[in-house]
Antibody
Framework: QLQLQESGPGLVKPSETLSLTCTVSGGSISSSSYYWGWIRQPPGKGLEWIGS???????YYNPSLKSRVTISVDTSKNQFSLKLSSVTAADTAVYYC?????????????????????WGKGTTVTVSS | DIQMTQSPSSLSASVGDRVTITCRAS??????LAWFQQKPGKAPKSLIY???SLQSGVPSKFSGSGSGTDFTLTISSLQPEDFATYYC?????????FGQGTKLEIK
């Protein structure tokens, strides 16, 4: 059974870089069938998509965060990571990692239109001095 | 960017009721819409993808419909464990976007 587990510091100082890792177990991050993503949720608010990565390293970022976000993958450790620079109190949130599964297979056998089917439990990050 | 708007923002219902939540996209997204359930302190759980396809293991009391810009999530025969917050999300194009959520409460 696939499981994802977020890890990293729970407290980050303003202007510093937030760094989180998602460890995948029960499946391979190198599978060509899936993408992997990060989502966050500020306290008492809704969900915000941060970005996605493929095992090859191809990435997509939310333009609202693009200048500060880097997502990377380490296939040898079956992990992918999030770095968010120059954080402020507005970056305080629960951060989730998720697997993205294709919702469509074309007649040519290509997969596309990926949705988030398995989520980690989330990790709380507070930005404060 | 595509904006997703859910209605209502909150909803009170009784055990055994059937409820419907609506999600509207600011532009057409075909059927590339997912629904999630979130309980307090827990991660979102995938319920439906491709607007109407049930995620594996999700009971058939949950159903989705719609295409283009207008979508619905229907929950039949509400049970205590169904009271939660529900989110729609479009994955037709980047950046992915979520609705603001609908909190389903016990009347």
């Amino acid at each position: 059974q696939l499981q994802l587990q977020e890890s990293g510091p729970g407290l980050v100082k303003p202007s510093e870089t937030l760094s989180l890792t998602c460890t995948v177990s029960g499946g391979s991050i190198s599978s060509s069938s899936y993408y992997w993503g990060w989502i966050r949720q500020p306290p008492g608010k809704g969900l915000e998509w941060i970005g996605s990565i493929y095992y090859s390293g191809s990435t997509y970022y939310n333009p609202s965060l693009k200048s500060r976000v880097t997502i990377s993958v380490d296939t040898s450790k079956n992990q992918f990571s999030l770095k968010l620079s120059s954080v402020t109190a507005a970056d305080t949130a629960v951060y989730y990692c998720a697997r993205k599964k294709p919702s469509r297979i074309t007649i040519f056998g290509a997969a596309d239109y990926y949705y988030m089917d398995v989520w980690g439990k989330g990790t709380t990050v507070t930005v404060s001095s | 960017d595509i904006q997703m708007t859910q209605s209502p923002s909150s909803l009170s219902a009784s055990v055994g009721d059937r409820v419907t939540i609506t999600c509207r996209a600011s532009q057409g997204i075909s059927n590339y819409l997912a629904w999630f359930q979130q309980k307090p302190g827990k991660a979102p759980k995938s319920l439906i993808y491709a607007a109407s396809s049930l995620q594996s293991g999700v009971p058939s009391k949950f159903s989705g419909s719609g295409s283009g810009t207008d979508f619905t999530l229907t929950i039949s025969s509400l049970q205590p464990e169904d009271f939660a917050t529900y989110y729609c999300q479009q994955y037709n194009s980047y950046p992915y976007s979520f609705g603001q959520g609908t909190k389903l409460e016990i009347k």
